[in-house]
Structures are given as structure tokens and as C-alpha cells.
């Protein structure tokens, strides 16, 4: 069984200040884990992919996420947000053995000021 | 290149009619996925087609139902509608042999609203 938490529903955020998206996971295997990014009433765009290779992911858009074993966390990071990044991230968990099928957290909605 | 592309944009359907949404998946993908973004219930995995076969399929009742045409692109069909299958219909591809290991691309999405 695979699952993915993401521990905040909204966050909002100053531009120009860091982003944290936090994302607990769970899974009976070596996991994959994504991040993807949706804009209002647009599909969803890869942001980043672990695949137990190099444990700090880099993405695009200058977001990157680690990949923590001990605390089963997979949390994305941007030093600084653009109002562009304004939109509704989900962490997704996928591993062998499960027959293809992404499960998807609930998503968290980023919300950038001025 | 171009990307996953699905038709039609919008739907609109009366409760208990059929509806068919069609997804084209990037060039040389052969797998593809669709999967139902409803109010309140997040994403959920409807179906995985890989090289013409149905290989998994979520937790959804048989009404829903597709296929994979011999140029890999796919047909999700959903029947006797009701009310609960106004969604987003995302479908996804990626190449051959399901999402380990592959990168999965998300189309714009298909919006069904059932009156």
C-alpha cells in the first residue's frame, strides 16, 4: 500500500520569500515521488521526480525537493516565490508493484502577495 | 512536440446519457492513463492502457470504460452518467511499460458536466 500526505492545504507566501510545501509518504516500496503543479483549469505539469538516485531533487522553475528516508518525507522547496507560482501543488507516490497507478496527495494551494 | 492532448475541452451531458472524451498521447508514448479529478475527491486512477491492453484499472465502477487504438491513442467512455461524474478527466502517457522507471505528462483535461 502506498500513500502520500501533504500537510498543509494552503499556504501563503510573500514574493520574493521561501516556499515550503511539506509531504509525508508512505510505502511498501522503493517509492518514485513526484511533485506536480496545476494552474487554475490546466492539467498538471511535472515539476520534479525522485527515483532513489541523488536524494535533493532539482526541478524546474528553481524548486527542488529532498528525499528523507528517516522521516519518510518528501518536501518542496523554492528559495524565492514569483506570483506566477501561485497554483495547486500535489505530491504523488509510485513504486514497483503497483501496476502503474500514481497516488496523489490533496494537494496544497500556494498563495503568493505582493 | 507537442504534448498529451485531449478533446473536447467541455462537455455537457444530461444524467443517464454516454459520454466519450479522446486523448492523444505525446508521440512515441504507447502507455496511457486517465484519471477523474472531482470536487472533494481529489485525483483518482481510473484506468492504465500500455500497447493496446487494458493493465490496471481503479476503483470505478464497469460504466466506465475505455480502449487503446492501434496508434496508442485512447478513448475513455462513461455510461449511463450521473450527477457524481461531473469532473476533470485528465489523461496522461508515457513510454512503454507503465510509470516506473518513465515520466508521466498530464494532458489539459477534459471537463464533463452532468446535468
Known amino acids: 500500500a502506498q500513500s502520500v500526505t501533504q500537510l498543509d492545504s494552503h499556504v501563503s507566501v510573500s514574493e520574493g520569500t521561501p516556499v515550503l510545501l511539506r509531504c509525508n509518504y508512505s510505502s511498501s516500496y522503493s517509492p518514485s515521488l513526484f511533485w506536480y503543479v496545476q494552474h487554475p483549469n490546466k492539467g498538471l505539469q511535472l515539476l520534479l521526480k525522485?527515483?532513489?538516485?541523488?536524494?535533493l531533487v532539482k526541478g524546474i522553475n528553481g524548486f527542488e525537493a529532498e528525499f528523507k528516508k528517516s522521516e519518510t518525507s518528501f518536501h518542496l522547496t523554492k528559495p524565492s516565490a514569483h506570483m506566477s507560482d501561485a497554483a495547486e501543488y500535489f505530491c504523488v507516490v509510485s513504486g514497483a508493484g503497483t501496476a502503474s497507478k500514481l497516488t496523489f496527495g490533496t494537494g496544497t494551494r500556494l498563495q503568493v502577495t505582493l | 512536440e507537442a504534448g498529451v492532448t485531449q478533446s473536447p475541452t467541455h462537455l455537457i451531458k444530461t444524467r443517464g446519457q454516454q459520454a466519450t472524451l479522446r486523448c492523444s498521447p505525446i508521440?512515441?508514448?504507447?502507455?496511457v492513463y486517465w484519471y477523474q479529478q472531482a470536487l472533494g475527491l481529489g485525483l483518482q486512477f481510473l484506468l492504465w492502457?500500455?500497447?493496446?491492453?487494458?493493465?490496471n484499472r481503479g476503483n470505478f465502477p464497469p460504466r466506465f470504460s475505455g480502449r487503446q487504438f492501434p496508434n496508442y491513442s485512447s478513448e475513455l467512455n462513461v455510461n449511463a452518467l450521473e450527477l457524481e461524474d461531473s469532473a476533470l478527466y485528465l489523461c496522461?502517457?508515457?513510454?512503454?511499460?507503465?510509470?516506473?522507471?518513465?515520466?508521466?505528462?498530464f494532458g489539459e483535461g477534459s471537463w464533463l458536466t452532468v446535468v
Open positions: 492502457y500500455d500497447e493496446g491492453e487494458e493493465r
Open positions: 525522485y527515483t532513489s538516485a541523488a536524494t
Open positions: 496522461a502517457s508515457s513510454l512503454a511499460g507503465g510509470i516506473f522507471g518513465n515520466t508521466i505528462y
Open positions: 508521440s512515441g508514448h504507447t502507455s
